[in-house]
């Protein structure tokens, strides 16, 4: 019988992608002045598809039938997972800090509980009914900064609103995600779905530029370019599949928690942002309703 792989051995492929991942918000924010949001958005797609294309050439045209077979599927993703997610993220962290979004996107696999549920008639046990009511409180607790009364007078922060819709967009990638089908590669796949958000991005992109929003093209901008371009997208999703593959889907998945965690260490010494009472408290009741959607009711 095999011996089970070292989790000590795997666990480079089960750090990097939350890492990179994380580097990616940090990265948005801090050239946030010098590249908008459309722009960096669109420019990273465009590196990723460069990079992806040799490698995603033959499986895109094996599986070109099957992409049209389950085309509502493909669009779907495209627009949710690439030509939204980040989009909304970008636009948001020009207004709200990297911290806020990160903690945001921390609450993910909760909200794909209560979607699915509400949209695909998946069936909450008690426990994810909790955990689901338990990390929105933490969430509400980020966005309203920990203070009650901008509820009453409706005060909350665009950039809070932008990642939060962002979140959104996700949850529905992921859903549809697991509908497709397994003998469409991956790799093809993923290069088809950069190919439709960047047909999405490019009228939105072509639209800031016509309204004269300054792109600043220093070293840093450059770098940060290349990085959201090269590392989140692709050595992070190479990875992830790896580690998949190694350990399994679920214990993949759970790294995935890392990400605020390595952001917000990340946030508060490259970016020097502060670490208030709310944000704790937003992360003890968003990590407290996850472990609660994990146990399982009894009988």
């Known amino acids: 019988m095999p011996t089970p792989p070292s989790l000590l051995k795997n666990l480079p492929f089960l750090i990097t992608p939350p890492l990179l991942w994380a580097g990616n918000?940090?990265?948005?924010?801090?050239v946030r002045n010098d590249i908008p949001p459309l722009t960096l958005s669109f420019g990273r797609w465009v590196i990723s598809l460069l990079i992806l294309l040799p490698f995603a050439w033959a499986a895109m045209r094996r599986d070109r039938t099957l992409y049209r077979r389950h085309a509502?599927?493909?669009?779907?993703?495209?627009?949710?997972?690439?030509?939204?997610?980040?989009?909304?993220?970008?636009t948001g962290l020009h207004q709200t800090t990297s911290t806020n979004a990160l903690l945001l996107?921390?609450?993910?696999?909760?909200?794909?509980?209560?979607?699915?549920?509400?949209?695909?008639?998946?069936?909450?046990?008690?426990f994810q009914t909790a955990g689901l009511l338990l990390s929105l409180l933490g969430v509400l607790v980020i966005i309203l900064r920990g203070q009650?009364?901008?509820?009453?007078?409706?005060?909350?922060?665009?950039?809070?609103?932008w990642v939060s819709a962002a979140v959104v967009c996700w949850a529905f990638y992921t859903l549809w995600m697991r509908q497709m089908p397994a003998e469409i590669n991956r790799t093809g796949l993923t290069a088809v779905q950069i190919m439709l958000g960047l047909l999405v991005l490019l009228p939105l992109w072509l639209w800031e530029r016509a309204a004269g929003t300054p792109v600043y093209w220093n070293g840093n901008a450059l770098a940060g370019l290349a990085y959201v371009g090269i590392f989140p997208?692709?050595?992070?999703?190479?990875?992830?599949?790896?580690?998949?593959?190694?350990v399994g889907a679920v214990r993949a998945g759970l790294s995935i928690h890392l990400m605020p965690v390595f952001g917000t260490l990340l946030a508060v010494t490259l970016l020097g942002e502060s670490?208030?009472?709310?944000?704790?408290?937003?992360?003890?009741?968003?990590?407290?309703?996850?472990?609660l959607s994990n146990k399982r009711a009894a009988g």
């Open 72 to 90: 509502k599927l493909v669009i779907g993703t495209s627009l949710t997972g690439i030509a939204a997610f980040n989009t909304l993220v970008y």
């Open 275 to 291: 670490l208030h009472l709310y944000h704790l408290v937003g992360i003890a009741a968003i990590f407290g309703g996850i472990l």
């Open 25 to 30: 918000v940090i990265v948005a924010r801090a």
């Open 233 to 246: 997208s692709v050595v992070a999703y190479l990875c992830y599949t790896a580690a998949i593959a190694r």
């Open 105 to 126: 996107n921390s609450c993910i696999p909760v909200l794909i509980m209560l979607i699915g549920s509400l949209f695909y008639g998946q069936k909450l046990n008690r």
């Open 148 to 161: 009650a009364g901008n509820l009453w007078a409706l005060r909350f922060n665009p950039g809070d609103l």
